[in-house]
């Protein structure tokens, strides 16, 4: 017998958030040292690739125009599938040009992915919810880390690294979820009609450029931090996943715990306290020289990335509920309009000096710090800044 709450919105928000999770994870605790042992990669050749990862991202706003002939449902799941296909052909050949053209492949599904799972996360959740439960979703993610990638890590005690095998298995895996979603799960009814149409809303001005420098300083870790413990400090591929299980576990352990903050300190706060840890943190990075000290900011690093769900849910507060789905598509675009040639500019720095990278990424988070104290103790429709007039207050009924 099938139980109704396998087979509910929630569900196939919580399965495909697992699929992702098991191809990118693995692709992206991997990649630094198989770019590194087996393709022979510098800076000049990471920063090409992940600039190239960006580009699906930056054109994410093409997926408001498949929707006018596939249900964002179906088309999330297909990018699921997309997403498996490229982690599990990731390690066939060792050269740059094939890491290229995987890397596109593996992209092209994530971001879709992305796009798509965020937009419905914020039409299928209520408001009051939507925090604690993106907040379960991150603990979701985190808690499929710890799974996936602590076999990994036993696997590596025991054998050297058998990348092909890895990425075969990882990406099998996420492309069976999407087969399974595909086959069992209803299709869901859009409660609101989305608009399928490419648009910039005035009033969400404060939005795109939180989303635009969330995007950009992003890239700054993710491309940069993980590649300064492997170039630097000789970090073995053992080591690498053994940190990305220790950053799992916090998140799963804390994820929810931030959620329920951002309901009880509004958006505002909860994005003043990431952006002032930022810069401390990426300050800090500009002059480590012990590796104890950078795995710390590591770990610190990516848990402050957790409080960017306010971010969304600040979006959800003042949005038109027909305005999500191409809003979500846009923001990824904007997002990503940095990411497609920052990491290939960083990596041209990188090798003079290694230091100003993490220093932009300082500067980066300082602007996101004025911009997001802009935003009002009770974000909504009419009062989407504090510098709006604020609406007349309702007539008693």
């Known amino acids: 017998m099938q139980l109704p709450l396998l087979k509910s919105r929630k569900s196939l928000l919580f399965l495909l958030a697992i699929g992702n999770t098991i191809a990118f994870a693995t692709w992206q605790v991997m990649l630094n040292n198989f770019a590194v042992e087996q393709a022979a990669f510098t800076g000049e050749e990471i920063g090409i690739l992940q600039s190239l990862r960006e ?19 179906t088309f999330a799941i297909l ?57 379960q979703l991150l603990s979701v993610r985190a808690f499929c880390n710890l799974a996936v990638l602590g076999s990994v890590y036993i696997y590596l005690l025991f054998f050297a690294a058998d990348y092909l095998l890895i990425y075969l298995l990882a990406g099998g895996a996420s492309v069976a979820i999407g087969l399974y979603c595909w086959r069992a799960m209803p299709q869901f009814e859009d409660e609101v009609v989305q608009r399928k149409e490419l648009f910039l809303r005035r009033q969400y001005w404060l939005y795109y450029l939180l989303t635009f420098l969330a995007g950009a300083r992003r890239q700054i870790f993710v491309v940069f931090a993980g590649f300064l413990l492997v170039e630097k400090f000789a970090f073995p591929v053992e080591n690498v996943v053994l940190l990305t299980l220790v950053n ?27 952006y002032v840890g930022l810069i401390i943190v990426f300050v800090s990075y500009a002059f480590v020289d012990t590796i104890a000290v950078a795995v710390v900011l590591y770990l610190l690093d990516h848990l402050f990335f ?14 038109d509920p027909a305005d999500i789905a191409a809003t979500s598509s846009i923001s990824f675009t904007i997002n990503h309009i940095a990411a ?47 510098l709006d007039a604020h609406p007349a207050p309702q007539a008693a009924e």
Not at 268 to 274: F, G, N, Q, V
Not at 308 to 316: D, E, M, R, V
């Open 79 to 135: 990018s699921l599938i997309t997403l498996g296909i490229g982690t599990a052909i990731t390690a066939f050949y060792p050269t740059a040009l094939w890491l290229y053209f995987t890397t596109v492949i593996m992209s092209v599904g994530f971001h879709y992915l992305e796009t798509l799972h965020n937009s419905l996360s914020l039409q299928w959740l209520r408001i009051e919810e939507a925090p604690r439960v993106l907040g």
């Open 306 to 319: 957790a409080l960017a769900i306010a971010i969304k849910t600040y979006f959800q507060k003042i949005a």
């Open 248 to 274: 799992a576990a916090l998140t799963f352990w804390l994820a929810p715990k931030i959620g329920s903050l951002i309901s009880y300190i509004g958006e505002r706060r909860a994005l003043t306290l990431e």
């Open 55 to 73: 580009v699906p991202g930056f054109l994410a706003f093409t997926a408001i125009l498949v929707m006018i002939y596939v249900r964002q449902q």
């Open 340 to 386: 497609v040639v920052l990491p290939a500019l960083l990596g041209l720095l990188w090798v003079v000096n290694h230091s100003a990278v993490f220093l932009v990424g300082a500067a980066i988070a300082g602007g996101s710090l004025l911009l997001s104290q802009l935003i009002p103790d009770r974000p909504r429709p009419g009062f989407e800044t504090r």
